[in-house]
């Protein structure tokens, strides 16, 4: 028996698809398939893995096409790769391993200049040279500790900011030009395409989880919309304190931030809020009079891996100009070892490989940790993965390579 990597065609999608819900242990709608062939899934960049004795697909894979925002505002393609699976039943013969490296190689063939992925299981993706890039929090808290102590709307300012609930077609209608403003200013989001905005505003009772249907509010301020949040309710009746959960809130000024949450924590018959992958540098937690009410669970959202290292690190800017040589090993990647230059000029990198010594030596999944500005190297050097050779050599990888905001990945693929 071997395993040997196909293509996805309409003729083997569905057998793909219901490998795929398998692998993580579901069962799949008839429907579900239909969604996503209609409005996610694209074939020619899907892979099957088939044990050529049943043949049956016993693997699978595949990317999602995004643009990337990275620190200054650039966004570059990126292959985010989904779909990751082998059966039980053929674990540890490589089939994984072969379909990520069929993955990349086709990413790199079609101009993909970085790939990304969220892990069900942490430990997967460093040996293909990922590092966790992003992180966020899921948050918890009882409405009635919802007080704010501070907030950029002062009582004097005449800000007309205001919500007002819409229903799911005008959701539909509203939401992603607010996702795009977003997305534009926020490292580390990716764009959603039309198709990908039905698919993830799907509602269907099988979707719901026992909770209500989605509600959608917009933020509006000066005639712009600056704000949404779509949440479920789950209670039980009338009367019952329930819990209010917000599935996506997305906020492109402080005022609108500050508006939607001040409208969030403000319900009746609410006994708590929960919300999932909340920024990393969440403003809300400096706004409340009792901060420590607001439980925040961390998780790692989006891995990275440069798939072309010199134009990932020419896309984004720096806080600090200057010459920096980073050498890279790699034990997966052998063809990108070696000592890359840094030339630094008005924020703006200029990126050669030299065969001068290095100032700081890393793997690529390290340089891609920090590459989009949350994860400081100072912990790195101090884990033991980042090794600071010369005098001075970390100040100046932080001061560059830091930025003011943490990136944020709002979409889950
Ligand atoms: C994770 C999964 C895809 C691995 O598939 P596989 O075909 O057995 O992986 P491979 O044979 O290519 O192994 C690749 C490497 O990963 C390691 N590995 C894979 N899964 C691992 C696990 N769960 N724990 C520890 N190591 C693991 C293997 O030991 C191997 O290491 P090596 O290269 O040092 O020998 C498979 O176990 C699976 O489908 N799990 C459930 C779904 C899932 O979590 N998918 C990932 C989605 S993000």
Redesign the pocket.
């Known amino acids: 028996m071997t395993i040997e990597l196909r293509s996805v065609t309409d003729d083997n999608f569905v057998e793909w698809r219901e490998a795929v819900r398998h692998?993580?242990g579901q069962q799949v709608h008839p429907d579900d398939i239909a969604r996503l062939r209609n409005d996610r899934a694209e074939l020619d960049r899907l892979v099957a893995a088939v044990d050529t004795g049943s043949e049956r697909i016993v693997?699978t894979g595949g990317a999602d096409s995004y643009s990337l925002a990275v620190p200054g505002g650039a966004t570059v393609p990126m292959a985010g790769v989904a779909y990751?699976?082998?059966s039980v039943t053929h674990?540890?013969?490589?089939?994984?391993?072969n379909m990520m490296t069929q993955i990349h190689d086709a990413a790199r063939d079609r101009g993909d200049i970085i790939s990304g992925?969220w892990?069900?299981?942490s430990?997967?993706y460093s040996?293909f040279d990922y590092g966790l890039a992003v992180n966020s929090y899921d948050w918890e808290i009882d409405p009635s500790f919802g007080a704010f102590t501070h907030s950029p709307i002062s009582p004097d300012d005449e800000s007309d900011a205001h919500v007002y609930f819409v229903d799911a077609d005008e959701a539909a209608a509203m939401l992603p030009g607010i996702y795009e403003q977003m997305h534009h200013d926020t490292a580390g989001s990716v764009d959603r395409n039309a198709g990908r905005w039905r698919y993830e505003l799907f509602d269907d009772e099988r979707v719901r989880g026992g909770a209500s249907a989605l509600f959608f509010a917009i933020c509006e301020e000066g005639g712009e919309q600056t704000g949404y949040v779509a949440y479920r309710m789950r209670r039980l009746g009338d009367s019952d304190m329930g819990t209010l959960e917000i599935v996506e809130q997305v906020s492109v000024t402080d005022t609108a931030h500050a508006t939607m949450w001040r409208f969030l924590l403000n319900f009746d018959l609410v006994g708590k809020i929960t919300a999932i992958n909340r920024p990393a540098d969440d403003p809300l937690w400096w706004m409340l009079s009792d901060p420590r009410r607001l439980n925040r669970i961390s998780h790692d959202a989006l891995w990275i891996r440069l798939l072309d290292i010199p134009k990932a690190l020419e896309a984004r800017t720096y806080n600090a100009n200057g010459r920096l040589k980073v050498g890279l090993v790699s034990e997966s990647q052998p063809a990108v070892a070696g000592t890359y230059v840094l030339d630094i000029d008005d924020s703006q990198a200029s990126v050669k490989k030299t065969t001068d010594k290095p100032d700081v030596v890393m793997t690529p999944a390290d340089l891609s940790a920090i590459y989009l500005g949350g994860v400081t190297p100072g912990p790195l050097v101090e884990a033991g993965r980042i090794d600071a050779i010369t005098t001075g050599s970390l100040a100046k990888l932080h001061g560059m390579f830091t930025t003011d905001s943490a990136p944020w990945c709002a979409h889950y693929f």
């Open positions: 692998g993580f693997g990751m699976t082998t674990r540890r013969q490589g089939a994984f391993s992925l892990a069900s299981q430990h997967l040996r």
